[in-house]
């Protein structure tokens, strides 16, 4: 599924991700206390994610259940900054991080397992 999510709807996700399908109210409760927001933007916010497809309504009490995982939502965001930032190219992708964040011998060796067990 290729579902692009802004930040404020991934606070409702990640909601939903952790303890899975919530009553709206519950979810307003979460995000006031988490970070301070109104009722009004939970809802705003739960909407744009319905609308978008990544999360269902149904009743009784504004069930909200998630559409997509968060796995999928990485995938699709990885993709999108690959395809962005570097031209489809996960080599050009790789090499800018590792030029950028370097990398543990450790790293280098899980990595390269993970590359084998890919092929």
């Known amino acids: 599924m290729d579902v692009k999510l802004f930040d404020s709807e991934l606070k409702v996700m990640e909601v ?3 303890q899975g ?4 109210k519950d979810i307003v409760e979460i995000l ?6 109104n009722k009004n933007t939970t809802y705003t916010v739960i909407k ?10 149904s009743e009784p009490g ?9 796995e999928e939502v990485a995938r699709s965001e990885t993709e999108q900054l690959i395809d962005k930032m570097y031209g489809g190219s996960s080599e ?6 590792l030029k950028n964040q370097g990398i543990s011998q450790e790293d280098a060796l899980r990595l390269a397992r993970m590359i084998e067990e890919a092929k």
């Open 16 to 18: 939903l991700w952790e």
């Open 32 to 37: 006031a206390k988490s970070i301070g927001w």
């Open 48 to 57: 744009k994610c319905i609308e978008k497809g990544a999360v269902e309504r």
């Open 92 to 97: 050009l992708f790789f090499s800018a991080f």
């Open 21 to 24: 399908p919530k009553n709206a």
């Open 62 to 70: 504004f069930l909200c259940t998630p559409l997509v995982t968060k």
